[in-house]
């Protein structure tokens, strides 16, 4: 699948800013979380990937599909993406959209992955040492993958922490050959 980010960004910044200005953030969320459910229907795919039909007419199905949650600013930011043939795109605006919101918010996402299962009291003390790393309120997201040997690699935002047992062979193995 393409990556959209440089084209969902502005869309995204503008949404978000549209939702604070008129403090309904909720229903921006709502409104295309229902909308990426649609867009992700494969005969909305093939609908829009189709060069010879017009792309007002899958806005005019999403407009159906979400009569639920819609508003006036959210009908007018979906046909302006669909003017501008950018309704594939929606899936990486809401997740844009839904970052900005965590970063409000003060929630951030840490991913773990670890060679071994972590305990509930080693998760509390990783989300208490990421909290106040970060002033957040952190979420864990653990994974394991027993090819690290050992240790653990923490991913937040940009940020990568790799203390693996495999990470620290592969420095000392660079070091070596250097």
């Not at 043939?85 to 991913?111: N, S």
Request: hydrophobic share 45%; with cysteine.
């Amino acid at each position: 699948m393409a990556d959209y980010t440089s084209i969902a960004r502005p869309y995204a910044r503008a949404a978000f800013a549209c939702a604070l200005d008129k403090n309904n953030v909720d229903a921006w969320s709502a409104l295309l979380k229902q909308a990426v459910r649609i867009i992700n229907e494969k005969s909305m795919q093939n609908l829009l990937k189709n060069p010879c039909i017009d792309k007002m007419v899958a806005y005019e199905c999403l407009l159906e599909f979400c009569k639920t949650v819609i508003f006036p600013s959210g009908k007018n930011f979906l046909k302006l993406m669909a003017v501008n043939q950018r309704l594939l795109a929606l899936p990486k605006v809401e997740d844009l959209l839904e970052g900005y919101k965590a970063e409000l918010a003060k929630e951030v996402t840490a991913y773990i992955i670890s060679a071994v299962a972590l305990t509930k009291m080693e998760e509390e003390a990783l989300e208490k040492v990421l909290s106040d790393r970060f002033q957040s309120h952190i979420k864990l997201e653990c994974h394991t993958d027993k090819s690290l040997l050992g240790g653990l690699i923490i991913r937040v935002g940009d940020l990568v922490i790799d203390d693996s047992v495999r990470g620290k062979l592969e420095r000392l193995r660079a070091t070596l050959v250097n």
